[in-house]
């Protein structure tokens, strides 16, 4: 996680590089401008971005944000598909790791701030938690814990122009509030998990889904 975490703040830095030096020689050279190649103006971005803070349920977590696409046009914000990739640390019971695949039609309430709705999907696993699905005296074989789960909830974005002597490349910082609905008693289709600590067969308040907060930092292109 930390070589990927470098990889992306390497790319952010090449790519802000790369365009802020074609800037500054069309600047001193505005004739050129004509000869450049541009590309067609469109409201469509791609992105990645890092979390360096999350928190749920007490456990500080921090994730990769391995694919966002964006469209903005006028008042309207809206982040199409964002998928992250993370992992929470200091539960009593160990680490938690997730896949979240979300969606924020945004509206921007000022130049460079955004607010809106959340939706999306959530795939959590936790390696330290041993658990088996049964139904009618039939159990399966003993693995980790993992399931699925619909998020909701808001976001506020604040952006930031970069510039460029194309489309302009963006920094967005946001901040969000997820509820999380994953089941820790049953299965979709109707099978009850039995947890191998015992305890959380009485309390699953340890894995139980919760309120998460994230801070995010993207790099829109």
Known sequence: MAKMF?????????SHSSSSQAESVLDTFPALKKFVATERQTNLYFGFGLNPFSIVNS???FSASLFQLHWIKDRYDFELL?????????????SEQFFLVRAAPKYKVFKNVSIGPIIGMEFVHFPDVSAQITKNNLYSPSSDFSTVGAVYGATLSQTFDL?????ANLLRISESVLQ???????????????YQDNS???????????????L???YLF
């Open 6 to 14: 470098r990889l992306l703040f390497i790319l952010l830095l090449a």
């Open 59 to 61: 456990k500080i977590g």
């Open 163 to 167: 510039g460029s002597y194309q489309k």
């Open 180 to 194: 999380e609905t994953y089941s820790v008693k049953n299965t979709n289709n109707g099978w009850s998990y039995y």
């Open 200 to 214: 959380l067969n009485g309390d699953p308040a340890a894995i139980a889904p919760n309120l998460m907060f994230m």
């Open 216 to 218: 995010e930092v993207s």
């Open 82 to 94: 964002n998928a992250s990739f993370g992992s929470f640390f200091g539960g009593k019971l160990g």
